[in-house]
T-cell receptor
Framework: QQQVKQSPQSLIVQKGGISIINCAYE??????FPWYQQFPGKGPALLIA?????SEKKEGRFTISFNKSAKQFSLHIMDSQPGDSATYFC?????????FGTGTRLTIIP | KAGVTQTPRYLIKTRGQQVTLSCSPI?????VSWYQQTPGQGLQFLFE???????NKGNFPGRFSGRQFSNSRSEMNVSTLELGDSALYLC???????????????FGQGTRLTVV
């Protein structure tokens, strides 16, 4: 049962552009919503996270937008750079457990 | 300080065999979780240990088991291996239980298990 749905599966963005990845969840009891970045051969690394009582959080070029009523949240990467090329996972946390989305492979082209 | 260490990095096993994977968490971390990553199913939660107690378990068959030692190091075991068990097995550690946004889960590089 997929409790966190993520789209798109893959995304190609021009350098300097905005990358947008979307997620939707079903369980309203999640405690918070992190985003992870994973490079080939590495484990996922926390990028940014948001609580369900906050509508937006920004850290540098990364912003999470959160819509509690729609049970949706998204990651925006501003001024996308080639070094941002990686797989991104949204997740939701409840009872010490991370439930991950299916991942988005982001490619930034020059 | 050292990150999460998983050993071995790569493993090839035959169907029917069993395997034990090891995870050393960041020093001082008491919570260790295990995840299975496959192209088809993505990242799926296996189990979580805190202070040697399993507190949460995912939807995996009983062939998947784990334990945590008093020094917080953890092992997971898979018995009677099947081809479908081929995956990247990731371990994550955190200083406190994952329930607060201020608690980050740090992942190791994983153990790539191939069952032939």
């Amino acid at each position: 049962q997929q409790q966190v749905k993520q789209s798109p599966q893959s995304l190609i963005v021009q350098k300097g552009g905005i990358s947008i990845i979307n997620c939707a969840y079903e369980n309203t009891a999640f405690d918070y919503f992190p985003w992870y970045q994973q490079f080939p051969g590495k484990g996922p690394a926390l990028l940014i996270a948001i609580r369900p009582d906050v509508s937006e959080k920004k850290e540098g070029r990364f912003t999470i937008s959160f819509n509690k009523s729609a049970k949706q949240f998204s990651l925006h990467i501003m001024d996308s750079q080639p070094g941002d090329s990686a797989t991104y996972f949204c997740a939701a946390v409840r009872n010490e457990k991370l439930t991950f989305g299916t991942g988005t492979r982001l490619t930034i082209i020059p | 300080k050292a990150g999460v260490t998983q050993t071995p990095r790569y493993l090839i096993k035959t169907r029917g065999q069993q395997v034990t994977l090891s995870c050393s968490p960041i020093s001082g971390h008491r919570s260790v979780s295990w995840y299975q990553q496959t192209p088809g199913q993505g990242l799926q939660f296996l189990f979580e240990y805190f202070s040697e107690t399993q507190r949460n378990k995912g939807n995996f068959p009983g062939r998947f088991s784990g334990r945590q030692f008093s020094n917080s190091r953890s092992e997971m075991n898979v018995s009677t291996l099947e081809l479908g068990d081929s995956a990247l097995y990731l371990c994550a550690s955190s200083g406190n239980p994952l329930g607060s946004m201020n608690t980050e889960a740090f992942f190791g590089q994983g153990t790539r298990l191939t069952v032939v």
